[in-house]
């Protein structure tokens, strides 16, 4: 890990940290994904937060999939996982062997979170072949959970079986 970047992050200091961002976007490596993520997860400035979203979804090393998944299997506040796969779907990694986990936070989200995980789980149903054992698991899964859902999110569980 840069150790420039890694002090500059760890200082709490606003002006330092978004100097470490341009840094990671110059020379940054996979080393220095769980910083910006742990980063990530615990900032409260919108400001911070709009800018670390830009540069994660940037991110094309294919072994930081691993890593983000980690981190939206982590209990978050806010909207961290509704940002976090944003990031997934607009960085293009692939995460299709997570398919079903998408399904599940689908499942579990209010609307605006549920919309992110539709937005992932149809751009993975487009770019990856999925075994139909699968599929069907996932299928009888959302129609069971359908009725347990608010009217807005009901019609978009409709919509997700369809891709199916």
């Given at each position: 890990?840069?150790?420039?970047?890694?002090?500059?992050?760890?200082?709490?200091?606003?002006?330092?940290?978004?100097?470490?961002?341009?840094?990671?976007?110059?020379?940054?490596?996979?080393?220095?994904?769980?910083?910006?993520?742990?980063?990530?997860?615990?900032?409260?400035?919108?400001?911070?937060?709009?800018?670390?979203?830009?540069?994660?979804?940037?991110?094309?090393?294919?072994?930081?999939?691993?890593?983000?998944?980690?981190?939206?299997?982590r209990p978050l506040s806010g909207n961290k996982q509704q940002l976090l796969l944003q990031i997934c779907w607009q960085s293009r990694l692939d995460f299709s062997a997570h398919l079903f986990l998408f399904v599940e936070i689908f499942i579990q989200s209010r609307f605006e979170g549920a919309l992110e995980a539709f937005t992932l789980i149809e751009i993975l149903l487009t770019d990856y072949s999925f075994d139909d054992t699968l599929k069907t698991k996932i299928i009888k899964t959302l129609k069971e959970s359908v009725s347990e859902s608010e009217k807005e999110k009901q019609l978009l569980t409709v919509e997700l079986t369809k891709l199916f």
């Open positions: 890990m840069n150790k420039e970047i890694e002090k500059l992050i760890q200082s709490q200091n606003k002006e330092q940290i978004t100097k470490a961002l341009a840094l990671v976007k110059q020379k940054g490596s996979i080393k220095e994904l769980a910083l910006l993520l742990d980063l990530f997860v615990s900032t409260k400035d919108t400001d911070l937060e709009l800018q670390l979203v830009e540069l994660l979804s940037n991110v094309k090393i294919p072994e930081a999939n691993t890593i983000i998944i980690d981190y939206i299997k």
